[in-house]
């Protein structure tokens, strides 16, 4: 089934050239995480108290052709329209060599989808 469907797929592919068949892909970066356990041992008696992790992240979204002549500016999306850090360092979002998306949860949602095609 996976197979006919690989050779479906393919066989509509043919018709486009390779630098019109895109490639996109988007992963999460969490920055803050603590790891969730350890190998140290306590001494009897003391426990390690839960703890909320830390789920601070930002999503990377990438693209390029399929013969790779043409690949897109990598798209970086954040939690804040203008992250503290930048603020910091008075760092212009729009001079560098990146897309700055922001939204709620920091993940590639349909509107910033739009905004990319």
Request: proline fraction near 3%; hydrophobic fraction near 30%.
């Amino acid at each position: 089934m996976v197979e006919n469907a690989r050779t479906e797929v393919g066989n509509k592919l043919k018709a486009f050239h390779l630098r019109n068949i895109w490639n996109c892909d988007e992963s999460g970066l969490q920055y803050n995480k603590q790891p969730a356990y350890c190998n140290l041992r306590k001494e009897k008696g003391n426990v390690l108290k839960e703890v909320k992790l830390n789920k601070t992240q930002i999503t990377t979204f990438h693209s390029v052709n399929a013969d790779g002549s043409k690949k897109r500016p990598l798209t970086v999306i954040g939690r804040g329209q203008t992250p503290q850090a930048f603020r910091q360092k008075m760092i212009n979002i729009h001079n560098l060599p990146i897309v700055y998306g922001y939204n709620t949860k920091a993940c590639m949602l349909s509107g910033l989808w739009y905004e990319y095609l």
